[in-house]
């Protein structure tokens, strides 16, 4: 059985070849009517034959317009206006074959070119069906001939006519069909082709990397989105390649004459990005067109970056789960012997000393498990308001800080935004207790530490602000402070920037550093607003995960 997509098709192609058969009949009927007006018809006889020919001349141009009609209209199926006016075609040509001598007018022609039109448009069935009646018709003639004019020998004309009628409709039948799957087929592949053609340029055109085509004269034909923004986003009325980056046309240029690839990198001046460009002969009859491909080095370090990381996180955890036992036993060991009252007090401070970068060295690997054991983020609408001041009373009874030492610059209404709440904790928890054991100035004067929540960009996007009052980052240093294991203090591990990183990028919230006057170090976490997200909680996680 067809699909209804067959269906559909083959009724395209039926209504399509209707046009072509009103179009003939247009014609046919009014030369019919020409002809039964004319003196020749009036010389017919016997005399009705003269008035049957004038009847079917004018009822054929009736009909032709008909049909037509409701052809342009569409209120009939292709198929069932098809079979019908096909009907009348060979009851109406019969009608003026009769009129006109019968077989040995040479008017058969008509009807088996009408029989041949119902095999190419209508089912083999009705086809044979029409052909049989149109046989069946002549033989019918042939012996109503040889009543008139006993001398007459049309018998065999006529069988011979009806054996061509159903030959005609069997082989254009067969014709019909085979031509109507080849056209659906190459409809089909048509339509595989134009889409195949809008996924290529779709993924082109959204690769990372910069893909454009240069033809002979230094025009660029195509070019990518990541291309067109390496390049500066040039104007688009400008296509010269030696004007939007002289750099690399002069290494195209090199290219060409020499065939060898330069793996040096190359500085385009429009964004100061540095490439590494890749050209490669177009194949096809435009031979002189070449395709290069950008490859930005930054995306390519940070993926080498990226790489490194993860293996040091896994090798880091794996040393973590080793170091873990003996520096319990050798923390507890040390506990024990500081309880001894035997000890003096320069064995006193050794074992204090032990206690001290025990701890330190537990800190250590409680962070690298961290790091290690991290979670999926689990992305739900919170309120960061009541959030922070949840977040601020457990940090103050954690530590036994007094009231002013955590201040909350917070809206007075609730502010929802899309985070994991556990994850922000924990990585707003390692930058608070950064702040508290970096931004102390003196002894006596404990640091201040200032939660601060206010919309940035047209208040799509919420900044969460843990700010201090300490000296904060020298300027050379804040490229670093992200980095695993970089540390200012010789107490610190240098984990807990790159563990609160790490957790805000798994959220889609970015963490950055930022300069605010008058205030010691100010660490941004971006948040969004759920009004603002590209989609719910659920579209974060699978960005998430496709971003891993």
């Known amino acids: 059985m067809k699909s209804r997509t067959s269906l559909v098709a083959d009724e395209d192609i039926v209504r399509r070849a209707l046009y072509y058969l009103n179009g003939f009949r247009i014609i046919l009927a009014p030369i019919i009517l020409v002809v039964a007006l004319s003196p020749l018809a009036e010389q017919l006889t016997p005399g009705y034959k003269f008035f049957l020919l004038k009847s079917a001349a004018l009822t054929y141009v009736g009909a032709a317009i008909l049909f037509l009609l409701v052809h342009l209209r569409r209120t009939t199926s292709p198929a069932e206006l098809s079979s019908f006016s096909l009907a009348t ?26 029989i041949g039109i119902a095999g190419l448009l209508l089912s083999l069935r009705t086809a044979l069906f029409f052909a049989s009646l149109v046989a069946l018709g002549l033989l019918i003639d042939a012996v109503i001939a040889a009543r008139v004019m006993p001398a007459a020998t049309v018998a065999v004309p006529a069988a011979l006519y009806g054996i061509a009628a159903m030959v005609t409709a069997l082989g254009c039948s067969l014709l019909g069909r085979w031509g109507r799957e080849y056209q659906l087929l190459a409809e089909r592949r048509g339509v595989d082709m134009a889409n195949l053609e809008q996924v290529n340029e779709l993924i082109i055109h959204r690769m990372r990397s910069g893909v454009l085509v240069v033809d002979a004269a230094g025009k660029i034909r195509q070019i990518n989105e990541a291309a067109w923004y390496l390049l500066g986003n040039p104007p688009v009325s ?71 990381q993860a293996s040091l996180a896994r090798l880091s955890a794996s ?41 330190r060295m537990n800190d250590i690997v409680e962070n690298v498990l961290k790091l ?19 977040l601020a009373n457990e940090f103050r009874r954690y530590h036994k800080l007094p009231e002013d030492q955590i ?36 002894e006596n004067r404990p640091p201040v530490i200032t939660l601060r929540v206010s919309p940035i960009r047209g208040h799509r996007e919420l900044a969460l602000d ?47 550093y930022v300069q605010v006057p008058n205030t010691g170090a100010c660490f941004r976490i971006l948040l969004r607003r759920p009004e603002a997200s590209d989609g719910t909680p659920e579209m974060v996680d699978q960005r998430q995960a496709a971003a891993r």
């Open 372 to 390: 290690s054991r991290r979670e999926r983020a689990r992305v739900e609408a919170v309120n960061l308001v009541s959030w922070a001041r949840r």
């Open 89 to 114: 075609d060979l009851i109406i040509i019969s009608t003026v074959l009769h009129c006109f001598g019968g077989i040995e007018s040479g008017l058969v022609i008509l009807l088996l070119f009408y």
């Open 238 to 308: 400008e296509r010269n390649l030696k004007v939007i980056a002289p750099a690399l046309a002069e290494r195209l240029e090199r290219w060409r004459k020499t065939g060898k690839t330069e793996d040096e990198g190359l500085l385009l001046q429009a964004t100061q990005v540095a490439v590494v460009p890749r050209m490669l002969s177009m194949p096809g009859v435009n031979s002189e067109a070449t395709l290069i491909f950008l490859e930005d080095t930054s995306v390519v370090s940070r993926r080498a970056r990226d790489l490194a």
């Open 466 to 512: 843990i700010i201090d009052d300490g000296p904060g980052i020298p300027l050379e240093k804040r490229s670093q402070v992200f980095e695993p294991f970089f540390t200012t203090h010789k107490q610190g591990s240098g984990l807990g920037l790159y563990l609160a990183r790490q957790l805000c990028d798994a959220n889609q919230a970015p963490l950055e």
């Open 319 to 359: 040393i973590a789960h080793e170091i873990r036992n003996p520096l319990g036993a050798l923390s507890h060991a040390a506990q024990l012997l500081g309880e001894s009252d035997s000890l003096s007090p320069p064995d006193q401070k050794l074992v204090k000393m032990i206690l001290n970068h025990a701890a």
């Open 407 to 442: 201040k909350l610059e917070l809206p007075s209404a609730g502010i929802m935004v899309l985070i994991d709440p556990g994850q922000l904790t924990q990585a707003v928890w390692n930058l608070m207790e950064n702040a508290l054991k970096h931004a102390r100035i003196d």
